[in-house]
């Protein structure tokens, strides 16, 4: 799997807009990978691109300011991951974008002992639980 450069920021200059912009950065750096490496596929594939991109824009454009900003990565076959973690309240949001329409797009979430994976069908699940994660 390959991660984008996490990029350090001011943390009082990263909410909402910032936020959905760091996010959208960190997509488009994933365009710039190399294609492939010995372990396979390093860019990510259109189809993962443009399900990531629809998400997170549908996702914004619901939450506005409290969209939280994430890491992203791809794996060996241009599948693209986001992450979004946070370590108090320990808690993770990870939405999985696949190389094809043939697998399906799964959101898993994570608090504590409690742990599941959901199909999306739509942004509204990714909206559900971003702001199950912003919850303190």
């Not at 189809?47 to 998400?55: Q, W």
């Not at 409690?114 to 739509?122: H, T």
Request: with cysteine.
């Amino acid at each position: 799997m390959t991660i984008a450069k996490e990029q350090i920021t001011d943390s009082s200059n990263t909410k909402g807009l910032s936020n959905f912009r760091i996010t959208v950065e960190r997509l488009i750096e994933l365009l710039d990978l190399e294609e492939e490496d010995e372990y396979g596929v390093l860019r990510p594939t259109e189809y993962a691109f443009r399900t990531a991109m629809k998400l997170v824009v549908e996702a914004y454009d619901t939450m506005g300011n409290s969209f939280p900003k994430c890491s992203t990565g791809t794996d060996d076959q241009g599948s693209i991951t986001l992450d979004w973690t946070s370590l108090e309240p320990e808690r993770t949001v990870r939405l999985f974008c696949p190389f094809s329409a043939e697998q399906p797009v799964d959101i898993y979430h994570h608090a504590k002992n409690e742990n599941a994976v959901e199909d999306i069908v739509s942004s509204s699940t990714l909206v559900y639980w971003l702001q199950w994660f912003n919850k303190i």
